[in-house]
């Protein structure tokens, strides 16, 4: 296995040659070398091994396709090409969490209750305000009423900055001033949008580094508070997660889910070089779907997340 | 799977205990846990590697010669090498040329607009120096809002063009104006862009050929995973920048970005950001964060930045009053002000050896005194200085006062009574502090 025989191995190449070798498709060096074979080249193994890391899946979970794929090619014998890409992309979307159909991704689709109210947590910058935004926009787009709650009261600029994308996007946004109490922003929003039978209500929260209890108890107050107005709120918790953060993302999911029950998660930045592999162990820990990749700051640049794709882009 | 770092490497040398040399088969047990803990802190796949090539290397080429237990020798080795690959010793910032241009430069939601108000509010305190924070990010929404709220904290003033789209022009219109008003220092804050957007890293390109500034800084989150060495490459490529920032340090990463980074660029980490205020910016020490991510303290940084914002004479007066038994709640409430101005008191806290495992999960946010605050802003005068007066009734009255409930009041004076006591305990030690400094230059 490739941690193991790591060290047996004194081929050293310079960083630099590392990086900028042009990436090889995992799947042509996987078949080429375990096609009438019932074992796995280490080589090979190795390969996949680095492919995976560099995509930010870890450690752990990196070994533990690995374990799964060397097990599936003793038992089964033989494997073509083809089926051993089959083997791969199964086992790797095994780990991915299915979407529920109770709150569906797609934007058009019925909603199960009135207003469906979304609540959007996660740390520091990665693009909770912005993912708001667009989402906001999908709804519009899709013939719903929207009302947008700007409970981030602590960042400099947070409530213009979301006041901004309510004017792009032509949705309401409910506000009071800087430093106001964020539970009481959201409990304006949720009665405003109830009075005026919004269907969908998205609540800004501020960034904050799960490590933080104060911080993460207040998700816990707003929660309670919204839920005197309408009593099934939040409806949906999306954890926003930053697709080029590194392995502190499962520690993220793990803190939040904790603080405030995340039903979603969004993953963005994924037009950048990184691949967002994380999500694949937070996914099978946590048993969370993912529903939204960003990929870029304009207002369209939200897909619905295709586990397939995903896949496809992780390990092509 | 997620012990942080030095956690990790602490149990890994613990296979090497025992055993008396270091061997081909002894080290290769514990890299392969070092290579693991190094992939599980996000340094890049890569740079582990040859981290650890090199560390065995070392390693083995020792063990005859010494007869230190294999463990110390294990932990020096790491050390020293974690240390150089994060590089040297502290590079100082640029700041020659009237006036000294720093631009920012890094991904989206990095923390370069709050690090620009950081920085130039440090540089006016530390160094006296008069900054213009300049507005180019034209594209994110409020991004302009944003710097000028920073700036009004700050103080500072902000150059901006609402109605420009034109970063560049914004950039050289700025220098202009700062000549004209006589600002010594310029600070450009510019928007997030990713390293393969062609147009934007052309745009960031162009704004530092017109200002050629002084300093160039890569801030990035240190929450960043593999693709660091990708993008800080990327960056380096285009702008040849002077430095980076390493931004959110305040949280829980193992941070192995900073020496993927350093790896690949080989240019010096310069600062590093631990919170969302203002006064949450610090040096980078190369050394210091070697110690930190091997467990044993950044005590040099924590002396440092306790002693510029402590205020002596007031630590002198409660040190007198804690020896004779009289600290009291008035006193009480001047030290959470002192920790307050020193800005996160877990990160504070974490720098002092041994300290940093027992507060991981203890509770000690900025806002943690808000409640103690107001229930001692609800006592009398008297109550203040004597808190054994405080009695049923009173206790009732203070309730009311603050909208605390009594049992809330009944611990925050059982833990008042505690601390008492454990503050005089302490006293009667010597300094903690100074021990481990000793400890750590007999490395
Ligand atoms: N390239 C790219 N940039 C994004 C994406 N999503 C957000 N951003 C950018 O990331 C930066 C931070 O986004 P925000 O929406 O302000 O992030 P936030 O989580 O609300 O930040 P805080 O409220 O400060 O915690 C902005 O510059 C956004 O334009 C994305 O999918 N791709
Ligand atoms: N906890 C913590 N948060 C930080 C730190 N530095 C910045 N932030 C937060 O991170 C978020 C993004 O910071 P910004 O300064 O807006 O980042 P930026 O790089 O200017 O973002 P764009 O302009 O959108 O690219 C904000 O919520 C900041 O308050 C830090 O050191 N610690
Ligand atoms: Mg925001
Ligand atoms: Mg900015």
Request: charge should be neutral; proline fraction near 3%; aromatic fraction near 4%.
């Given at each position: 296995?490739g941690i193991l ?12 040659q ?13 078949a080429?070398?375990?096609?009438g ?26 070994l533990r396709?690995i ?8 038992r ?5 090409t083809?089926e ?9 979307l ?21 207003p ?6 996660g740390?520091?910058?990665?693009g909770?305000t ?16 929207v009302?947008l ?25 409910i ?7 964020p ?6 929003t ?37 839920r ?5 709120a ?35 930045k ?21 529903k ?16 397939k ?8 | ?8 490497l ?31 802190a996000?340094?890049?796949y890569?740079?582990?590697?040859t ?28 050390h ?16 020659k ?23 130039a ?13 300049v ?17 009004e ?12 789209k034109n970063p ?8 202009k ?10 600070i ?7 390293a ?9 390109a ?10 160039i800084?890569?801030?990035v ?14 960056f380096?490529e ?9 931004t959110?340090?305040?949280g ?57 914002q402590?205020d ?7 040190s ?16 959470i002000?002192q ?22 999960n ?18 009398t ?10 009695n049923g ?25 505690d ?14 502090l ?10």
């Open positions: 296995m025989s790591f060290f047996q191995k004194d081929k050293k190449e310079t960083l630099d590392g990086l900028a070798k042009t990436k090889e498709s995992v799947f042509g060096k996987l080429r070398a375990v096609v074979k019932s074992k796995v080249d280490d080589e090979v193994l190795d390969r996949l091994e680095e492919v995976l890391i560099t995509s930010d899946v870890g450690v752990e979970t990196t396709i374990e799964r794929i060397e097990q599936r090619v003793a089964d014998k033989y494997v073509g083809d051993l890409n089959k083997v791969l992309k199964e086992e790797v095994s780990l991915l969490t299915e979407d529920n159909a109770e709150n569906p991704s797609d934007y058009s689709a019925e909603l199960p209750s009135s469906y109210v979304i609540m959007v947590v740390v520091n910058g990665v909770k912005t993912t708001i935004g667009k989402l906001a926009y999908q709804f519009k787009k899709s013939g719903k009423s009302y709650g700007a409970a981030d009261t602590f960042r400099a600029a947070a409530v213009e900055q979301l006041v901004a994308w309510g004017e792009r996007v032509g949705v309401p946004v506000k009071q001033k800087m430093g106001a109490d539970a009481s922003v959201a409990f304006d949720l009665t405003s949008a109830k009075t005026n039978n919004a269907d969908v209500v998205i609540i800004d929260t501020a960034g904050r580094l799960h490590n933080k209890v104060n911080l993460m108890n207040e998700l816990t107050k707003i929660k309670n508070v919204m005197k107005v309408v009593p099934t939040p409806n949906e918790v999306l954890l926003v997660l930053d697709g080029s953060t590194g392995q502190n993302a499962f520690e993220q999911a793990k803190q939040f889910t904790k603080a405030t029950d995340v039903s979603a998660l969004a993953i963005t994924l037009d950048g070089t990184a691949k967002g592999g994380v999500v694949l162990g937070i996914s099978d820990q946590f048993k969370i779907p993912v939204y990749i960003g990929l870029g700051e304009g207002v369209e640049d939200l897909q619905v997340f295709d586990r794709e995903f896949i496809n882009s992780l390990l092509d | 799977m997620f012990e942080n770092l030095s956690e990790r602490e149990r890994s040398f613990k296979i090497l205990k025992g055993q008396g040399t270091i061997t081909e088969i002894n080290v290769a047990e514990t890299l392969k846990d070092v290579r693991k803990a190094l992939l599980d996000d340094v890049n890569k740079v582990a590697k981290f650890t090539d090199d560390v065995k290397a070392k390693a083995l080429g020792m063990n005859v010669l010494n007869a230190i237990k294999p463990n110390e020798l294990m932990v020096k080795i790491v020293d090498e974690l240390a150089r690959l994060m590089g040297g010793t502290h590079e100082d910032i640029n700041l040329g009237s006036p000294a241009v720093i631009l920012m430069s890094g991904l989206q939601g990095s923390g370069k607009t709050t690090f620009s108000g950081k920085l509010n440090m540089l006016k305190h530390k160094r006296g120096k008069n900054p213009l924070l507005a180019c990010d034209v594209y994110r929404p409020a991004a302009i809002d944003q710097l000028k709220v920073v700036g904290q700050i103080n500072v003033p902000v150059y901006s063009e609402p109605d420009s560049i022009k914004i950039a050289e219109n700025a220098i104006q700062a000549k004209r008003n006589g600002h010594d220092l310029v450009i804050d510019t928007a997030g862009r990713l393969i957007d062609e147009q934007m890293m052309a745009e960031i162009a704004i530092k050929d017109a200002v050629k500034p002084q300093e800084l890569f801030v989150d240190a929450m960043t995973g593999q693709d660091a060495v990708n993008t800080a490459k990327e380096n285009r702008l040849n920048f002077d430095g980076v920032v390493l959110k340090l305040d829980d990463t193992r941070g192995g970005a900073a020496l993927s980074i350093r790896t690949v660029v080989d240019k010096p980490i310069k600062f590093i950001g631990t919170g969302e205020k203002m006064e949450a910016i610090d040096l980078f020490h190369p050394e210091r964060m070697a110690d930190r991510i091997l467990g044993m303290g950044d005590i040099v940084s924590l002396v440092e930045r306790a002693q510029e402590y002596e004479e007031e630590a002198r007066k409660i007198k009053k804690i020896a004779k038994n009289q600290f009291d709640f008035n006193d009480f409430m001047s030290q002000q920790i307050k101005k020193m800005g996160n008191i877990k990160d504070l806290a974490s720098m002092i050896p041994g300290v940093g495992k027992m507060m991981k203890v509770d000690l946010d900025d806002n943690s005194f808000v409640g103690v605050e107001s229930i001692i802003q609800s006592m005068p008297a109550e203040r200085a004597n808190p054994q007066l405080i009734s009173r206790k009732n009255r203070i309730a009311k006062g603050c909208g605390r409930s009594v049992p809330e009041i009944n611990r925050l004076l059982k833990q008042f009574s601390m008492q006591k454990m503050m005089r305990a302490m006293q009667n030690q010597s300094n903690p100074r021990m481990m400094r000793k400890k750590q230059s007999r490395r």
